[in-house]
């Protein structure tokens, strides 16, 4: 026998043909007629060869996860394909490899078919809550909706809906259909929302500037009236803080045109208020020497000499005339201070000479003396009787009485 036929899985004929060795029997697979025996065994042994490296290689794929489909119409090619390979080697090996593959398949098709429900319902479930949370933004009062922030967060939302529909798992179709037919509908209640908004605001600012220009136009009016229109302009100035906002840059516009229509009054009432200090400026030197005088009453104790010197003060002062307005505050409250003095020195004398305090601070007086006179006799009693705790009491009580009588004037 030649060293071909000690082969395992296949021998050479002595025409050149090559032989496969399977469990019916032997199957020629070619012939390699222009080289020597080994060299034709050699050549199909490495057809063997390099069908176990794709057998090899579709095991490692089915372990590493890949689709199930893929995997299983490989299979099914390779299985075809070593049936009727011309090829020498364990065929019968690759056969049962492959048959192993097929239940690794069906074990892959369930995990696979599990793992995208699960990678589906997380999808669903995240483009839910994009669409609920567009659904808040268009559930808020459009009248306290920041539009600013709103807007960019709708922008925000759209941008997610976007990648999520482009890179996360499918969803059922008519799951995915709904869930747009909900973002759009908060899409667009929020567009409404948002122009309705904008559209009352420009509306109500167009009323605020239509007052306010009204308003100025008043108060430039007042301008030939001069210091005498301030009055008139300080209710304008009122009606203007209660006309609202009209947005920030015509507001600002508009607020210095009205302030220089009162600009122009109130520098006619500081010429007028400068030609007034100096002409009252000698009135202010002469009450503030009657101050110095008026002043000396505060240390007077007789009311009738300290109010017959506060009478010459005050009809003196009324004769003199005004001041500078920014002193007439000043000097004013000294004066009130004086008149505070006597207004006291009279309330004074008042309560001490009111026939009723009177009449009853003498009836209190006359209990008190008898209380008096009654606790003595009873001190001189327990002093008598040398009774220690007889004495500390009459002691007590007729100091507590003592001192009433002391402080209702008796």
């Known amino acids: 026998m030649t060293t071909t036929d000690q082969q395992p899985w296949g021998r050479v004929d002595e025409t050149g043909t090559v032989y496969v060795r399977e469990a019916s029997g032997e199957r020629a697979v070619g012939q390699y007629p222009d080289g020597t025996p080994e060299e034709a065994l050699a050549y199909f042994e490495r057809k063997y060869v390099e069908l176990n490296g794709q057998v090899t290689l579709l095991e490692q794929r089915a372990r590493g996860g890949a689709p199930a489909a893929d995997i299983a119409k490989a299979v099914a090619h390779l299985q075809e394909t070593v049936a009727t390979a011309n090829a020498v080697g364990n065929l019968a090996a690759l056969v049962e490899r492959l048959g192993a593959l097929g239940g690794t398949v069906t074990e892959l098709t369930e995990q696979q078919s599990a793992e995208a429900k699960a990678a589906s319902a997380a999808a669903l479930a995240e483009r839910t809550e994009i669409v609920e949370q567009a659904e808040r933004l268009a559930a808020e009062d459009p009248a306290k909706t920041q539009w600013k922030q709103a807007s960019a967060a709708l922008d925000e939302l759209f941008a997610k809906w976007q990648a999520h529909q482009h890179d996360a798992p499918r969803i059922p179709k008519n799951e995915a259909n709904e869930l747009w037919k909900r973002f759009r509908a908060a899409r667009t209640t929020i567009e409404q929302n948002?122009?309705?908004?904008?559209?009352?605001?420009?509306?109500?600012?167009?009323?605020?500037?239509?007052?306010?220009?009204?308003?100025?136009?008043?108060?430039?009016?007042?301008?030939?009236?001069?210091?005498?229109?301030?009055?008139?302009?300080?209710?304008?100035?009122?009606?203007?803080?209660?006309?609202?906002?009209?947005?920030?840059?015509?507001?600002?516009?508009?607020?210095?045109?009205?302030?220089?229509?009162?600009?122009?009054?109130?520098?006619?009432?500081?010429?007028?208020?400068?030609?007034?200090?100096?002409?009252?400026?000698?009135?202010?030197?002469?009450?503030?020497?009657?101050?110095?005088?008026?002043?000396?009453?505060?240390?007077?104790?007789?009311?009738?000499?300290?109010?017959?010197a506060l009478t010459s003060v005050q009809r003196r002062w009324d004769a003199i005339g005004k001041v500078p307005r920014d002193q007439v505050k000043v000097i004013e409250e000294r004066l009130r201070k004086v008149e505070a003095a006597v207004r006291k020195l009279d309330d004074d004398h008042w309560k001490r000479n009111n026939p009723e305090t009177k009449a009853r601070a003498e009836g209190l007086a006359g209990q008190l003396h008898d209380a008096i006179a009654k606790l003595e006799a009873e001190l001189a009693e327990a002093e008598a009787g040398k009774d220690p705790k007889a004495i500390a009491a009459a002691k007590e009580a007729l100091e507590t009485k003592q001192s009433w009588l002391k402080a209702i004037g008796q």
Do not use: C
Not at 206 to 214: A, E, G, I
Not at 251 to 266: I, Q, R, S, T, Y
């Open 194 to 308: 948002r122009k309705a908004f904008f559209a009352d605001l420009d509306s109500a600012h167009r009323d605020v500037r239509n007052r306010k220009q009204q308003l100025i136009s008043q108060a430039e009016a007042l301008a030939p009236r001069g210091a005498d229109g301030i009055p008139a302009y300080r209710e304008l100035l009122e009606e203007w803080k209660l006309a609202g906002r009209s947005g920030k840059k015509q507001d600002d516009a508009m607020w210095a045109k009205f302030k220089a229509a009162g600009d122009v009054l109130f520098a006619a009432k500081s010429e007028v208020d400068a030609i007034e200090n100096e002409e009252f400026a000698g009135n202010l030197e002469e009450k503030l020497a009657l101050l110095t005088e008026a002043e000396l009453i505060l240390d007077e104790t007789d009311r009738n000499k300290a109010r017959t």
